[in-house]
């Protein structure tokens, strides 16, 4: 097969972050791919960690985990969500991964004793990684994305890459996106573009120009604004675009296609396509905008009220609702207050309960004792990763009476570790990409639950963990009602976890919110949300007759 010509669309952002460059690529490439195109998308993130791997999820939110175990920015969780392109490593490099590389040649002696400078040795490094990965990706469209804001110092070396590599590649074969602020000020009753000017400006100082600027504004920029930001800008007017506030991330690539971008954009890259059809997008819009049903989860985790740091979760709960045609509302609930809690009162309006992943011991105690809810009191709960661990620690402790049964990850002197440390992670030392990372192979045993819902006995799913089941504990507690409906292809590692005599709980080794998407939520959360649905539906029908009954004694 002939190598394809990749076309590349560089996507910078200006004024302020979290503008929603990640959510315009994903968008872009959605049309694009619609039109018929192969894409693939690179994100360059400027700080000098190697990766997200070991960083806060407060500070720089989900971590995202690709097949071959790469721990990513949370925005190529976007590409795969909105695309059917699938990331690798190569797809996300940072500053500290290019000067680690150019380093190491240095000190091995490959640059044959030249001063080494960010330019050209920097820059080239960044070039070439950008063009090994679009070529071996054997794609029409490669949409590159620079994290941060035009006018960081931290990335000036990433756009200094841009603009030497645009020169090469040519003006046919490469466009750049820009993504900026255009806000309405109340006070004065009035949009102001002069932002949108001077982060262009920015650009052009570093000899980059824009071809095409996407105004974010929270409603849509009239031609007469258009016209002034075509003007200051020199960008063709047509190629003005606004991305106002959406009610839903998913209804993105229908608002940019309604202005035309996609088409512009075809044309721009002299490509030949189809035109893009947007029944499923708009389909998935209206099952958003007009659901059916509704139900509430619980989600108990130490990062409340922070939605970047469960982005994947709260997307793939979204997903099975929209498989549901049901509207998911999700309560955050801080697990380091519920030892202190009313219980019942926190969990009362919830339909189902999930505890997530997470790593450290704070709010532990406080996950247990919603499990042990959830279990008690027939609730669908789902727990995934560290929440199936803490599964196996609640019925451990009550149904086992093995009162100090832990995580030996919280409590090294617990007489009863049914979560231990995996073997081969005894001896490791370093942090950053030393779990048990990527897609692994798991076997479900026939006639479960697990099986049941996925349709296979067979499965892939991708982990990110240190601990698991301890197989000291497996017999004593499948004994005891425990299911293990999911393992390993050697049978060594636990990999699922369920009870029979429940409506729904389910426990997994792994995340498969990674691998949910908007057109074919993954199985787990479709069944989950159905299964809270019938749970609501039950809640409401009880309510009914109780206020009937009541209504009719009062009569009485």
């Not at 606004?242 to 035309?260: H, K, M, W």
Request: proline share 5%.
């Amino acid at each position: 097969m002939s190598q394809r010509r990749t076309k590349y669309v560089f996507i910078t952002g200006g004024v302020i972050s979290s503008l929603g460059k990640g959510l315009t690529a994903s968008a872009v490439g959605a049309l694009l791919e619609n039109r018929g195109m192969r894409v693939t998308f690179i994100k360059l993130d400027p700080y000098i960690n190697v990766d997200p791997g070991t960083m806060s999820p407060f500070q720089h939110g989900e971590v995202f985990v690709t097949d071959d175990g790469a721990e990513t920015d949370l925005d190529l969780g976007h590409y795969e969500r909105f695309t059917s392109a699938r990331m690798t490593r190569d797809n996300n490099f940072t500053t500290g991964q290019v000067y680690d590389t150019v380093i190491s040649r240095e000190r091995r002696g490959e640059y044959l004793g030249q001063t080494i400078q960010v330019i050209p040795h920097i820059t080239d490094e960044i070039k070439s990684r950008i063009v090994a990965t679009t070529e071996s990706a054997n794609v029409d469209l490669a949409l590159i994305e620079v994290g941060g804001t035009v006018g960081d110092i931290e990335s000036l070396p990433f756009l200094e890459a841009i603009r030497q590599l645009r020169v090469e590649l040519g003006p046919k074969d490469s466009f750049l996106m820009h993504v900026t602020l255009v806000p309405y000020i109340p006070s004065a009753d009035e949009i102001k573009t002069k932002p949108t000017q001077h982060s262009v400006k920015a650009l052009r100082e570093i000899g980059i120009q824009p071809d095409f600027l996407i105004c974010r504004a929270d409603r849509d920029l009239d031609d007469d604004l258009k016209r002034k930001i075509s003007l200051f800008c020199n960008v063709p007017v047509e190629r003005v675009v606004t991305a106002r506030d959406a009610s839903s991330i998913y209804e993105v690539p229908v608002l940019l296609a309604e202005q035309g971008l996609d088409e512009q954009l075809a044309d721009a890259l002299n490509i030949w396509s189809r035109a893009a059809d947007l029944e499923d997008w708009r389909d998935i819009v209206d099952r958003i905008k007009h659901p059916k049903n509704e139900v509430t989860i619980a989600i108990v985790g130490k990062y409340v009220d922070l939605t970047e740091s469960y982005k994947s979760l709260n997307e793939a709960l979204l997903h099975g609702g929209i498989a549901n045609t049901t509207r998911v509302n999700l309560k955050f609930v801080d697990s380091e207050a519920l030892p202190n809690d009313n219980v019942e009162e926190i969990f009362a309006d919830a339909d189902g309960i999930l505890v997530p992943g997470g790593f450290g011991e704070r709010g532990t105690e406080g996950k247990i004792i919603a499990l042990r809810h959830a279990r008690t009191r027939n609730i669908p709960c789902f727990g995934i990763c560290l929440g199936m661990q803490l599964m196996v620690v609640e019925y451990a402790r009550t149904v086992l009476g093995l009162e100090r049964a832990n995580s030996s990850e919280f409590d090294e002197k617990t007489p009863d570790p049914v979560i231990c440390l995996m073997p081969e992670q005894e001896k490791v030392v370093e942090k950053g990409a030393t779990m048990r990372l990527g897609a692994y192979p798991c076997k479900l045993q026939p006639g479960s639950r697990a099986a049941e819902i996925y349709g296979s006995e067979e499965i892939s799913e991708r982990h990110r963990h240190r601990f698991e089941f301890n197989n000291d504990y497996r017999a004593r507690l499948a004994e005891a009602g425990l299911v293990i409906s999911g393992v390993s292809p050697n049978n060594h590692l636990v990999e699922m976890i369920e009870l029979t005599e429940h409506p729904w709980y389910v426990g997994c080794q792994f995340h498969p919110e990674f691998k949910s998407r908007p057109t074919a939520a993954h199985p787990l959360f479709a069944s989950y949300i159905a299964t809270c649905v019938e749970r609501s539906k039950a809640r409401s029908s009880t309510k009914s007759t109780k206020g009937a009954k009541s209504t009719k004694s009062a009569k009485g």
